[in-house]
């Protein structure tokens, strides 16, 4: 039998549950100046902080040509800022300006609310089992996978 929810396999059902969050998450967004691609790259400068644009596609597993294409838009925006690399004057550091960490704040804050919301309409056995999927979620996280490229912030 067909299940709604995903094939019926763990894996199935995880991951499927996993994108259905990520697209209620992704509902919250208050801020539509910014596509999700061009947000995903903001987050990742807010996470690792600044990087070169080729560490930056990378991090967020695409060509360096389609990452040059973000920074540009986001630089158009006034979300990031580029600044000369310490050692290497061929290439250049990207990082979040002010205008772009008060976006990211803003998009954390809208779906950490969002999601507190759903969380309080839980039991408190089930928020910790929630708690304790958490952990093995971010265990299974921690092993890197064997095709992704490494990233360096500088």
Known sequence: MHSPFGDGS??????????????RLRGRREN??????????????????????GALAAAERVRPPSMTRVIASLADLGMIK??????????????????????????????KAWLSDRLRELSPDERETLREGVRIFNQILAVPDADAPRSRAV
Do not use: C, F, N, W
Request: no cysteine.
């Open 82 to 111: 580029r600044e000369p690399h310490p050692t290497d004057g061929r290439q250049a550091i990207v990082a979040l300006s002010e205008q772009g960490l008060a976006v990211i704040k803003e998009e954390l804050e809208a779906r």
């Open 32 to 53: 539509r100046v910014v596509s999700l691609t061009q947000l995903s790259a903001m987050y990742t400068l807010y996470q690792e902080g600044p990087m070169t644009p």
């Open 10 to 23: 763990l894996s199935g059902d995880l991951s499927l549950a996993v994108v259905r969050l990520g697209r």
